[in-house]
């Protein structure tokens, strides 16, 4: 498939990611680029990785030139000595194809969903932020990993599968006390893209202690829906303009009125099942989640039982639980994920 940065490069930039994607596959020491100025190699450099997040043992890299010279000298930074990284790519290998095997014959939404569970499943959000954590060697070798590298261990499995996906990077905004970039990804789905945050989804189901642990907030998102709660793109990015195929529109959990919410509240009560849902009927105001809580709690109690409910405000999406009546709940709200 297609590299999408390396499309959106100028030809010099296109040069040096050639350069360094050689470079770097070859594991030299140091290798010869065109010259770049200093943010743009270092776009490039980082860029490359994104579209190519095979390449996991590029940690970053240093330089040298001389003044009448074209070129630049490219030192690279490893994570391990080259012996070390031969058989992390063996593994790293061996581990794709086996979590690939299992997919290979489903439809493109059905391999999306299985990458996403295994996310959801496997992978452990990792705040301390090991030295592999931002590369696939985290969530795909020890199972743990933060945003970039989930977002790269989805890619690679995406283009495994022939799925076209890319890696989408918004800015940080301390205003809003965001301290870090964060990373997704867009796919390609038939003719339609979209974006999936694997990485909150992953976050959400683990918080709320649910039992339940896959979420689908944040899976198949037009731009509107997923800009609520991500700060705006850094990067160039395909425009994401489809919301009819939101994961819980197309498995009619996404109500518009009041008396569907009782309906579904009454018959996941019945059966002792959580109920995940999306609210499209207005704003969710506090108002509105108020009144959507008094009838998922008529429903709970007409069956014996009490209510546990858990807000993504941004997604306006509810969680609820149906517990023993005579277990205490409260209702959670999440501010932040």
Sequence with gaps: MEPFYYNHMNKNQQAAYRAMQQGLTNLSDEFQIPRLEGKDLSNVFFELRLDHPEIFWASGFKYKYYPDSPN??????????????????????????????????????????????????????????????????????????????????VKILCDTLGIWCMIALCGNNPEKGIKYRHTWNIVKIGKTYYHLDATFDNSLGKCLQTGEKIRYDYFN???????????????????????????????????????????????AAKKGKTLTFHWRGGYLTREVLAELCAQIDVAAQARGRAAAISVNWPQAVLQVRFVDAAQPVETETLEDI
Excluded: N
Aim: charged content about 35%; glycine content about 6%; some cysteine.
């Design 221 to 267: 998102l037009d731009d509107k829906a997923i800009f609520r709660d991500h700060e705006p793109l850094i990067a160039p990015a395909p425009a994401c303009t489809d919301s009819d195929h939101f994961y819980y529109k197309e498995k009619k959990l996404s109500f518009t009125k009041q008396e569907d919410v009782y309906k579904r509240s009454l018959q």
């Design 72 to 153: 630049l000298i490219l030192i690279p930074e490893y994570l391990f000595d080259k012996g070390k990284i031969r058989e992390h790519q063996k593994a790293m290998g061996a581990r794709i194809e086996k979590l690939a095997r299992p997919a290979m014959k489903l439809t493109e939404l059905e391999k999306e969903r299985y990458i996403h569970d295994f996310i959801c499943e496997h992978v452990h959000y990792d705040k301390l932020k090991k030295p592999y954590s931002h590369e696939i060697i985290g969530p795909l070798g020890q199972g743990v990993g933060v945003c970039e590298g989930i977002a790269k261990s």
